[in-house]
């Protein structure tokens, strides 16, 4: 029962930041702490997803490259400076964690398990909330890592049996060499538990990360196996995209446990999106709702996304492929808005026509002023749709019906010889807004 009730809490806990969102300091994520024993500031960074490795791993990269230097800390030398790392994992089923420490090895004690989790819960929950990758934090704020780890320096809370979980950056050498060590499920508080060393993990002055460090010069990630073939480097993408899907696909010359098909804003200082594939996998079609998660990820006036290949082996160590970007294409307003006709008598009824530009959504106002912030002013609103922009060759055309077009009339009392001005107001497939320009046309008998 105690079981149940620890993981109860735990759940809660991971629930009460789920409802945020947020992009950097997930589940998952790897988050570095370099503070002044003593000063005033710590910085915060969110190291990306995927090292939430359960086994030893071979893999090397450089991660979050030249992101950092003394003056943030409002340091003047590095002899109180220290750095630490740690994760946790807390969903699905899964309570896992992961502390650096020195490589000598490391107990956890199942007693100080739950205090550990939720203090890197409350530390990740409160850097989420800014949505940067990065956060320069008052030591004295009580999310901080210097106040919710206090008077426990190295130990995380008491997890650790010794006090070996921070490293200092004081030393001639530059930087710091850590290992991180992985614990499943460490809430038994009858229980010890032994860290599995997974990777070897080196912090530089200037903010370089390097995993698995092997000498004393950061070396870039190994050459890869995984050859990125379509899209092409640079391709454009747009909305339309969503209905005629944008295939990936690259070469492998291994087979691997699995494939991820990952995408990133920011040249993956973080993994913004990462897609699981069989390990014989060598090309994708996204599904839609990802695929709108990846359009948005350059923002709502579209810009360069970042993708690559990472082939898993069955020892946890990963190959990586080159990086490749494409650029999503900013919204656009609907083209040639046209009325026709524009006289009170004849039929059909008029017809409204544009080309969609990938738009889906339309809001078309009429009124008797061009300026429509016009306090008084009269105006009116029709709302149209579309399942698919490209449909009818991307072009939409609609007949108003007779009500539609008397309710137009009416901005200019339906007298004829007067002036009607309108625009079109449009939403494309992942939400994105643009508007033409304000048209017009007179009323005819």
Known sequence: ????????????????????????????????????RGGMYEVVTDLGAGWDLSGPSAAKQLINTSNFDLS?????????VYVTNLMRYVAEGDVEAWTSGSGSGQIGRGSAGNALLSKIGSLAGANMQ????????????PNSYASLFAGTTGSFAGFLTTNDGEASLAGLDGYADQWMYYYPSPTNARTTY??????????????????????????????????????????VVDASSLYNA????????????????????????RIAVKIKKRGDANDAVIASGIWKK?????????????????????DG??????????????????GGPNIAHVSKTPLPQPTLSWTNNNNVKFKIWFGNNPDFTTNGMRKKALTFTVKNPLDNAGVFSRTLTAGQWKAIRTVVRDLPWTTVYWFVESWDGINRYSRSEVMSFILGE
């Open 72 to 80: 943030l800390l409002g340091a003047s030398t590095w002899d109180n």
């Open 1 to 36: 029962m105690k079981i149940i009730v620890t993981l109860l809490a735990i759940a809660l806990l991971v629930f009460s930041f789920s409802g945020q969102a947020a992009a950097y300091f997930e589940e998952g994520h790897l988050i570095r702490v370099v503070y002044d």
């Open 246 to 269: 944008v295939p990936f696909s690259w070469i492998s010359r291994e087979e691997f446990s699995r494939i991820e098909l990952q995408f990133s804003e920011d040249n993956f200082a």
């Open 294 to 314: 990846v359009l948005k990820l350059p923002g709502s006036s579209g810009g360069t996304v970042y993708w690559r290949v990472a082939g898993i082996r069955a």
């Open 130 to 141: 800014t949505g940067s990758s990065q956060n320069v934090n008052l030591q004295s704020d």
């Open 194 to 235: 032994t860290g599995v060393q997974v990777y070897d993990i080196r912090t530089y002055a200037d903010g370089t990360t390097e995993i698995n460090a092997a000498d004393g010069n950061p070396e870039p990630p190994q050459t890869a196996t995984i050859s990125l073939d379509f899209p092409i480097e640079g391709q």
């Open 317 to 334: 160590s990963a190959v990586y492929s080159s990086i490749f970007t494409f650029t999503v294409r900013s919204p656009e307003a609907v």
